[in-house]
């Protein structure tokens, strides 16, 4: 039994799920509860478990007021379901979490003096802050306008959600591996005449060139892991998503996220932009890469799909359609797969599903991340001559 159906035993029913079932809020307080303990067990190791560049960003009082505020509403949500369910596990379940963090101390937990520096550090603060203003500003638009008929719980979802854990909780790892390529082989080549010229354009002109330098980058590392048969095996994880929403965006085995970023950093890094436009460019990044996967229908203008990838752009490139295949690659502007020949998206249609023919990335994050180097692999799929 996987862990989905594991999942799905202990909270699913037969009760509608409709607003004002109680499956809604019951869901929320669960939710709501997990965040809380994360966010408790922070207070209490702050050192180990959180990220001295988010501490520094978020004022403590906020984030004692917001922590109170997640235990409190966690406890009614999980009343109110627990009120209209017949099953009260998700209710309970939501209002036993949240009275555990209260009991331990929840917003009030002290912190005395300042958090010392160590070697090494996790970034659940950081996975907390991520999943919370994801969830709440994804989930509704899945719900308001979905696509595809599909629950949260959708088939996979546990593996993509372990994918956004251990992405955000290795903050520190992530980061070190993403900068180091470019300062380590690349400082040579830094120009200081360049890096100034740069600097001194406005920081709206400055992030513009961001979000451009990087597509450029991403659409040539992108277009490589499909074309090279070594290193296929690591974006085939991607693609092998059979639903979109926005947490299918986080699947990456860690070989793929190392070399993307870690490439499409060095040219970010020669140019020297200011830190404003560019930590900017890559909270941008962040929603929009979310966006693009999100299980939406929104129709956009012709002028804006031609301008800037939308859904339906990107759900094309994971399209189970053969036609589709090894296109779209640009992840910000798809006006460059047109420059380089490799666009694809039929106008006002979708794909029909996602994944990879015959299905030979298994499920589960760590059969995932051995899948690459496990077995011999064929040659990435590509469409035929009559189909290019």
């Given at each position: 039994m996987s862990?989905?159906?594991?999942?799905?035993?202990?909270?699913?029913?037969?009760e509608p799920t409709r607003v004002g079932s109680g499956w809604l809020s019951g869901t929320a307080s669960v939710f709501l509860g997990v965040l809380s303990l994360g966010a408790v067990a922070c207070f209490y190791w702050p050192a180990l478990l959180t990220s001295p560049d988010v501490r520094a960003l978020l004022p403590l009082p906020f984030v004692r007021t917001l922590l109170q505020l997640v235990i409190g509403i966690g406890f009614l949500l999980g009343l109110l379901s627990a009120l209209l369910r017949q099953?009260?596990?998700?209710?309970?379940?939501?209002?036993?979490?949240?009275?555990?963090?209260g009991l331990a101390g929840g917003g009030n937990i002290p912190v005395e003096g300042a958090v010392p520096a160590v070697p090494v550090y996790l970034g659940l603060d950081w996975f907390l802050l991520n999943i919370l203003l994801l969830a709440v500003l994804f989930v509704p638009l899945e719900r308001l306008w979905p696509l595809r008929a599909q629950s949260v719980f959708r088939p996979q979802w546990t593996t993509d959600g372990v994918y956004f854990f251990v992405s955000h909780l290795l903050v520190q790892l992530s980061t070190l591996l993403t900068l180091m390529p470019a300062r380590v082989f690349f400082g040579w080549a830094v120009h200081p005449a360049i890096q100034h010229t740069v600097r001194?354009?406005?920081a709206v002109l400055q992030f513009l060139a961001c979000a451009v330098v990087a597509d450029f980058t991403e659409y040539g590392v992108h277009r490589l892991f499909h074309r090279s048969r070594a290193l296929w095996?690591?974006?085939?994880?991607?693609h092998s998503a059979t639903s979109m929403d926005w947490l299918a965006g986080s699947r990456l085995h860690a070989v793929d996220i190392v070399l993307t970023r870690g490439l499409t950093f060095v040219p970010l890094f020669l140019l020297g932009f200011d830190t404003g436009p560019l930590y900017a460019y890559l909270v941008f990044v962040s929603v929009h890469a979310v966006f693009i996967h999100a299980n939406v229908s929104w129709a956009f203008p012709r002028w804006v799909e031609r301008l800037v990838v939308t859904p339906r752009f990107h759900h094309w490139h994971h399209a189970i359609e053969r036609q589709a295949i090894d296109k779209n690659f640009a992840v910000h502007f798809p006006w460059i797969d047109r420059l380089f020949g490799s666009y694809y998206g039929p106008e006002g249609t979708w794909p029909r599903g996602y994944g990879i023919e015959g299905h030979p990335v298994p499920d589960g994050y760590l059969k995932q991340l051995v899948y690459p180097v496990s077995a011999k692999h064929s040659a990435p799929p590509g469409p035929t001559a009559a189909e290019k």
């Open positions: 862990l989905d159906e594991r999942v799905a035993r202990l909270f699913d029913d037969a099953r009260k596990v998700l209710g309970i379940t939501g209002m036993a979490m949240a009275l555990a963090s001194a354009q406005p095996p690591f974006h085939a994880v991607h």
